[in-house]
Antibody
């Protein structure tokens, strides 16, 4: 059974940094694109970033480009989101999700980790 | 960018009733690359339906999807207590990775 677990969320001051982690199990992690999706309070879902199976392909939403980086360690079945220069508008629940191998639908999700940006 | 508009925002129904949720796209969704997800508080979101009528693994047949072009529908034939949740659609045809609708909350009447 596919299982995704996020960690690393918490309270950070504006301008600060945070690193989110996602560990996958129950599937061959290295075979799949992985992604970060977020939902801010009162807002819809936003696809923040994704990374290709080998780490070469990366996507970032315009809202985070230049501030966030994504990486993965297939040996550890893990994906990471390094978030720098955090803003109030980055406050959200961040979900890790596995991308389908046929189209960018999201086959499995984690429960999410909350990032709070506040002074 | 394709904008997805879901309606209604909230649907108040009783267990056993039929739920019909709409997802309208600002332009045609190629290949009908449209998916529906369910999210319950404190749980991981779950893929229900994709392209646009194929049920994901383990999804009961009371869930069905239909539509094409710019208009898509998720139908829950008879609501079970566990179906009260937020449902959102996603198109993944345009500009990978695609966009999401704002969600429809199905609540107990």
């Amino acid at each position: 059974q596919v299982h995704l677990v996020e960690s690393g969320g918490g309270l950070v001051k504006p301008g600060g940094s945070l690193r989110l982690s996602c560990v996958g199990s129950g599937f061959i992690f290295r075979d799949y694109y992985m992604s970060w999706i977020r939902q801010a309070p009162g807002k819809g879902l936003e696809w923040v970033s994704f990374i290709g199976s080998s780490g070469e392909t990366k996507y970032f939403a315009d809202s985070v480009k230049g501030r966030f980086t994504i990486s993965r360690d297939n040996a550890k079945n893990s994906m990471y989101l390094q978030m720098n220069s955090l803003r109030a508008e980055d406050m959200a629940v961040y979900y890790c999700a596995r991308v389908s191998r046929s189209g960018y639908k999201l086959e499995s999700w984690g429960q999410g980790t909350l990032v709070t940006v506040s002074s | 960018e394709i904008v997805l508009t879901q309606s209604p925002g909230t649907l108040s129904l009783s267990p056993g009733e039929r739920a019909t949720l709409s997802c309208r796209a600002s332009q045609s969704v190629d290949y009908n690359y449209l998916a529906w997800y369910q999210r319950k508080p404190g749980q991981a979101p779950r893929l229900l339906i994709y392209e646009p009528s194929t049920r994901a693994t383990g999804i009961p047949d009371r869930f069905s999807g239909s539509g094409s072009g710019t208009n898509f529908t998720l139908t829950i034939s008879r609501l079970e207590p566990e179906d009260f949740a937020v449902y959102f659609c996603q198109q993944y045809a345009n500009s990978p990775p695609g966009t999401f609708g704002q969600g429809t909350k199905v609540e107990i009447k």
